[in-house]
T-cell receptor
Framework: KQEVTQIPAALSVPEGENLVLNCSFT??????LQWFRQDPGKGLTSLLLIQSSQREQTSGRLNASLDKSSGRSTLYIAASQPGDSATYLC????????????FGKGTHLIIQP | DAGITQSPRYKITETGRQVTLMCHQTWSHSYMFWYRQDLGHGLRLIYY???????DKGEVPDGYVVSRSKTENFPLTLESATRSQTSVYFC????????????FGPGTRLTVL
């Protein structure tokens, strides 16, 4: 059974710092990996999707990398801002059909002004 | 572009009652999913559907029933609600050729007393 782990569970940093969130998965035969952001009491917003054949994806100040062989992904946030405060979730899927996502428990991020 | 809507957003019910959570998407995505989010467990897949009239169980299907008579709707029914079904429920959808990128609704917070 696929398991997804996110470290750290919580992180608090001053505004302006660059930071890295980690995600690991036990079954390397993934189809893709998706990073989400969740604000308190809200739904999930898709940030980045990395296909299994890709090494990284970038969107603005966000960069996600994928190393399938080691079962790891990182989400890099550059020049953090208070508006980046949220819970960040990593999720993987094994297939390209109707397979659902397997989620990590998230990293709760606080950016201090 | 309304995307995915869920109703109700909040629901309080009693043990043993039947409850139906609604999910509607305006994209005509063929794939739809139901997840529940609980502290300590993260998000877990309940049921999914590849198309109208095609549904299948996810990781935690017990106590739930789904139907999909129309592509845009995917209701989730708790036949006899239990306290352990107190949770936040999220509906999601994806296109067939989008590398399984999923888009989520705002969620329904259900409390079973």
């Amino acid at each position: 059974k696929q398991e997804v782990t996110q470290i750290p569970a919580a992180l608090s940093v001053p505004e302006g710092e660059n930071l890295v969130l980690n995600c690991s998965f036990t079954d390397s035969a993934i189809y893709n990996l998706q990073w989400f952001r969740q604000d308190p009491g809200k739904g999930l917003t898709s940030l980045l999707l990395i296909q299994s054949s890709q090494r990284e994806q970038t969107s603005g100040r966000l960069n996600a990398s994928l190393d399938k062989s080691s079962g790891r992904s990182t989400l890099y946030i550059a020049a953090s801002q208070p508006g980046d405060s949220a819970t960040y979730l990593c999720a993987v899927t094994l297939g390209g059909g109707a397979d659902g996502l397997t989620f990590g428990k998230g990293t709760h991020l606080i950016i201090q002004p | 572009d309304a995307g995915i809507t869920q109703s109700p957003r909040y629901k309080i019910t009693e043990t043993g009652r039947q409850v139906t959570l609604m999910c509607h998407q305006t994209w005509s995505h063929s794939y739809m999913f139901w997840y529940r989010q609980d502290l300590g467990h993260g998000l877990r897949l309940i049921y999914y559907s590849a198309a109208a009239d095609i549904t299948d169980k996810g990781e935690v299907p017990d106590g739930y029933v789904v139907s999909r008579s129309k592509t845009e709707n995917f209701p989730l029914t708790l036949e006899s609600a239990t306290r352990s079904q107190t949770s936040v429920y999220f509906c999601a959808s994806r296109r067939p050729s989008s590398y399984n990128e999923q888009f989520f609704g705002p969620g329904t917070r259900l409390t079973v007393l």
